[in-house]
């Protein structure tokens, strides 16, 4: 079975700022790696996925994540935070292969401030 | 606009009732699942269907049931036998063609209170 650790509940940040959430997995197989974003009051969706190829992947709203398979991490990094991306961020593995559960981490409580 | 429609938003119950938490989806995936979000301790699957008249227990499917009689649907009864069910409850929904594994589409959820 796979699981995934984040090792930040919250991270506080002023606007403007750049900002790492970090994220570690734990499996003894090929995984899929995703973070989701989720905004007060509402589901998660999805901010970017790696399933294969570059192991850097980029979001429209410039956040991105890079997979460390040696490390096996999957950190979340923005250059630049603004006020709107206060929000939950979770990460979640899976196996690969179309029909695998995903398993999520606890969640990272992004705060950013003026 | 296709998407994943949860109701009611706000749910409260008194202890000792079943309450039964409605998903519909439009977007036309096979599988669907039930999720369970406490403060804390991130999202934890409760039951998952692939296909129609099929489900499986998820990680903490106890005190839970589920049908799953239509691709569109996949009600969730919370029963009275579960302990804790206080709760914000998160409906998602996949496709399973194609390659790779393509993402979860979430609703908005319905937050559940039980006193």
């Known amino acids: 079975a796979q699981s995934v650790t984040q090792l930040d509940s919250q991270v506080p940040v002023f606007e403007e700022a750049p900002v790492e959430l970090r994220c570690n997995y734990s499996?003894?197989?090929?995984?899929?790696l995703f973070w989701y974003v989720q905004y007060p009051n509402q589901g998660l969706q999805l901010l970017l996925k790696?399933?294969?190829?570059?192991?850097l992947v980029e979001s429209i709203n410039g956040f991105e994540a890079e997979f460390n398979k040696s490390q096996t991490s999957f950190h979340l990094r923005k250059p630049s935070v603004h006020i709107s991306d206060t929000a939950e961020y979770f990460c979640?593995?899976?196996?690969?292969?179309?029909?695998?559960?995903?398993?999520f981490g606890t969640g990272t409580r992004l705060q950013v401030t003026l | 606009d296709g998407g994943i429609t949860q109701s009611p938003k706000y749910l409260f119950r008194k202890e000792g009732q079943n309450v039964t938490l409605s998903c519909e989806q439009n977007?036309?995936?096979?599988?669907m699942y039930w999720y369970r979000q406490d403060p804390g301790q991130g999202l934890r699957l409760i039951y998952y269907?692939?296909?129609?008249?099929?489900?499986q227990k998820g990680d903490i499917a106890e005190g839970y049931s589920v049908s799953r009689e239509k691709k569109e649907s996949f009600p969730l009864t919370v029963t009275s036998a579960q302990k804790n069910p206080t709760a914000f409850y998160l409906c998602?929904?996949?496709?399973?063609?194609?390659?790779?594994?393509?993402?979860?589409?979430f609703g908005n959820g319905t937050r559940l209170t039980v006193t």
């Open positions: 979640a593995v899976s196996r690969t292969g179309t029909a695998s559960k995903l398993t």
């Open positions: 977007l036309n995936h096979d599988a």
């Open positions: 790696y399933l294969s190829g570059s192991t």
């Open positions: 269907s692939q296909i129609v008249n099929d489900f």
């Open positions: 998602a929904s996949r496709s399973t063609t194609g390659q790779g594994q393509s993402p979860l589409h």
């Open positions: 499996s003894s197989v090929s995984v899929y």
